[in-house]
Nanobody, 122 residues
Framework: QVQLVESGGGSVQAGDSLRLSCAAS????????MAWFRQASGKEREFVAL????????FYTDSVKGRFIISFDNPKNTLYLQMNSLKPEDTAVYYC???????????????WGQGTQVTVAS
């Protein structure tokens, strides 16, 4: 059974950077898509970025393009989200997720981490 554990969240100022990590364990990750979602207080969970297990084919939501970078370290089975030029509207709980379809809809993902809080002050 696949397990995902996020880390790296925290409280920062606008313009700062953070790197989130998601350690994955369990079954082999062939044909896997890994993604980051986020959920702000009082709002629905939204897609942030995804990548294939083998790397490449990264895809981002428009609001983070040019600021966030998603990557997957195969030997370490760890997903990262490098977040630069953070804005107050990036404040949310960030979740990593695993699925088998190249899809930004949360319903396509069957395994989720517990989430890590990111707070960006203006």
């Amino acid at each position: 059974q696949v397990q995902l554990v996020e880390s790296g969240g925290g409280s920062v100022q606008a313009g700062d950077s953070l790197r989130l990590s998601c350690a994955a364990s369990g079954r082999p990750f062939s044909r896997t898509v890994m993604a980051w979602f986020r959920q702000a207080s009082g709002k629905e969970r939204e897609f942030v970025a995804l990548t294939r297990w083998r790397g490449g084919s990264e895809f981002y939501t428009d609001s983070v393009k040019g600021r966030f970078i998603i990557s997957f370290d195969n030997p370490k089975n760890t997903l990262y989200l490098q977040m630069n030029s953070l804005k107050p509207e990036d404040t949310a709980v960030y979740y990593c997720a695993r699925g088998s379809q190249y899809e930004s809809n949360a319903r396509a993902y069957d395994t989720w981490g517990q989430g890590t809080q990111v707070t960006v002050a203006s």
